[in-house]
């Protein structure tokens, strides 16, 4: 099971909907990213070895191609522009030097 919680930044107002890292759903596995090009933390899809497949390659089991596809931002279809979250840090992608915290006040899902 994948989830996913609200992180907030201390000193704007972003907020985002992530599973901060790594997470494995029961299909699909998640690690989160600042996108460069659109300023957004985001869920990327991947697999167990780090390789990244599109959702419908996925779904569909057809990973047979194990060549390493592209990154690709799910908010701006970037694919030059991601980073890895660092999620010890979990700086704002929006301020010079926010960081995100849990927000208690929002909410948690369980995506998958
Ligand atoms: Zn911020
Ligand atoms: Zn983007």
Redesign the pocket.
């Given at each position: 099971m994948g989830s996913k919680r609200t992180y907030k930044c201390i000193k704007c107002d972003y907020t985002v909907l992530t599973s901060a890292g790594k997470d494995w759903g029961m299909i699909a596995v998640v690690d989160t990213y600042i996108?460069?090009?659109?300023?957004?933390i985001?869920d990327v899809c991947i697999d167990r070895e780090g390789e990244t497949y599109k959702r419908h390659d996925i779904l569909f089991k057809n990973m047979k191609n194990k060549h390493r596809l592209d990154l690709t931002?799910?908010?701006?279809?970037?694919k030059t522009?991601?980073i890895k979250w660092k999620t010890r840090l979990r700086p704002c992608p929006k301020c010079d030097d926010g960081k995100m915290e849990v927000d208690p006040d929002g909410k948690e899902i369980l995506w998958d």
């Open positions: 996108c460069n090009s659109c300023k957004n985001v931002c799910p908010k701006c279809s970037s522009d991601l």
